[in-house]
Structure formats: structure tokens, C-alpha cells
């Protein structure tokens, strides 16, 4: 099983609000990122976990605060955000650093 | 210079050909190599890793990997109309390193 889930799958908020991304995984991946992909564009790396611990944050605007619980769950919480910030948000996790990464649905984001 | 690149189509093939994807790369110390299919308003899909020079197949899929070219392809035999995608080569600079590299995606359009 390589599933991967997000919730929610799509989100509108306004440019004040707080809103939370979430990701699951059970697969018992040691590895867990967050991606921001615009329309025909690649995804674009924002945060990886390594063990529950944060080793990379791609110069991400501290309006993006992510956060990894435990080794199965990993949220993104959304404050402030600007119009274009609007995206497909992609939670992926893999087995090894180097390893195969499988992406969740994602959460399509729209900022008003 | 991109680190990987592709060349971004449309590619059009007929069904029941040959689809060829091509990639090339400019770390020469890269060590894993994937390919991701993405339909549109979807997340990318993984369908091949490969980290050795060769040939890797599975079903209709073939990964190919020359290093000394820094040169990753895929081909699709008898090619479906389901095979209508965006196809996203990406890459791992070295080992322990968790930072997926992404191509800018090729556009692959099967002809019925």
C-alpha cells in the first residue's frame, strides 16, 4: 500500500484567516515533504521531515508554518496568505532520503 | 543551465506505438532517477525508479539510464490513450540527500 491522504481536498480562505493542510501516511516512511505546484509547472519543494525532525525549508515565507506530530502526520498551517499563494499543495513521504517519493492527492488552495 | 530538463512537448504518438520520453541531467553525481505521470488536476504518480546504468522494465514501461551521457528515458510500448500525460523526470542529487529534483515535464498526447 502506497497511499498517502490530505485533507481537506480544497480550500478557500480569505487573506486573514488560518487554515490548517493535513497529511497522513502509514506506511511507515521516515521522510515526509510539502510541495507547492502551480498549473504546468513541476512541484516545487517547500519543507522535508526526516524523522520527525524539519531538515530543509526551501526559504518559505514564515506565512507557511509546517509541523510533523509523529512519524505518520504532517500539517501545514496556512496564515496570511497572498492571492499567490494559490496552488495545488502536495504532501509526499518516502522510505529513505534518496528513496521513491509517492504524493498524496493534495489540496487545491484558493486565496481571495 | 537547468539542472534537468526535458523537452516539454506536446509530444503526440499514435496508440499502439512508441511513446519516447527523454531526460538529461547536470550533476554527474546524481544517484537516483525517477519518472512521475501526472494527469491534469491530479498529483504525480510514480511509475519507474531506476539507479543503475540499463534497462528496467515494468509492463509496458522501460526505464533506460546512461550516466555517462547524464541521460534518463522512458519509453511506453503500445501506447493507450490512457497514457495522456504530463510526464515529470526527476532526480536525487546523491545518497542521503532528500531533495527530489524535477524536469519541467514532458506533454504526451496518444492519438487514437
Known amino acids: 500500500d502506497t497511499e498517502v491522504t490530505q485533507t481537506p481536498k480544497h480550500l478557500v480562505m480569505g487573506m486573514t484567516n488560518k487554515k490548517s493542510l493535513k497529511c497522513e501516511q502509514h506506511m511507515g516512511h521516515r521522510a515526509m515533504y510539502w510541495y507547492k505546484q502551480k498549473a504546468k509547472k513541476p512541484p516545487e519543494l517547500m519543507f522535508v521531515y526526516s524523522y520527525e525532525k524539519l531538515s530543509i525549508n526551501e526559504s518559505v515565507p514564515s506565512r507557511f508554518s509546517p509541523e510533523c506530530p509523529n512519524s505518520s502526520l504532517l500539517n501545514l498551517h496556512l496564515h496570511a496568505l497572498q492571492p499567490e499563494d494559490s496552488a495545488l499543495y502536495l504532501c509526499a513521504s518516502s522510505q529513505a532520503r534518496e528513496g521513491e517519493q509517492y504524493f498524496g492527492p493534495g489540496t487545491r488552495l484558493t486565496v481571495t | 543551465q537547468k539542472e534537468v530538463e526535458q523537452n516539454s512537448g506536446p509530444l503526440s504518438v499514435p496508440e499502439g506505438a512508441i511513446a519516447s520520453l527523454n531526460c538529461t541531467y547536470s550533476d554527474r553525481g546524481s544517484q537516483s532517477f525517477f519518472w512521475y505521470r501526472q494527469y491534469s488536476g491530479k498529483s504525480p504518480e510514480l511509475i519507474m525508479s531506476?539507479?543503475?546504468?540499463g534497462d528496467k522494465e515494468d509492463g509496458r514501461f522501460t526505464a533506460q539510464l546512461n550516466k555517462a551521457s547524464q541521460y534518463v528515458s522512458l519509453l511506453i510500448r503500445d501506447s493507450q490513450p490512457s497514457d495522456s500525460a504530463t510526464y515529470l523526470c526527476a532526480v536525487t542529487p546523491y545518497f542521503g540527500n532528500e531533495k527530489l529534483t524535477f524536469g519541467t515535464g514532458t506533454r504526451l498526447t496518444i492519438i487514437p
Open positions: 531506476i539507479y543503475s546504468n
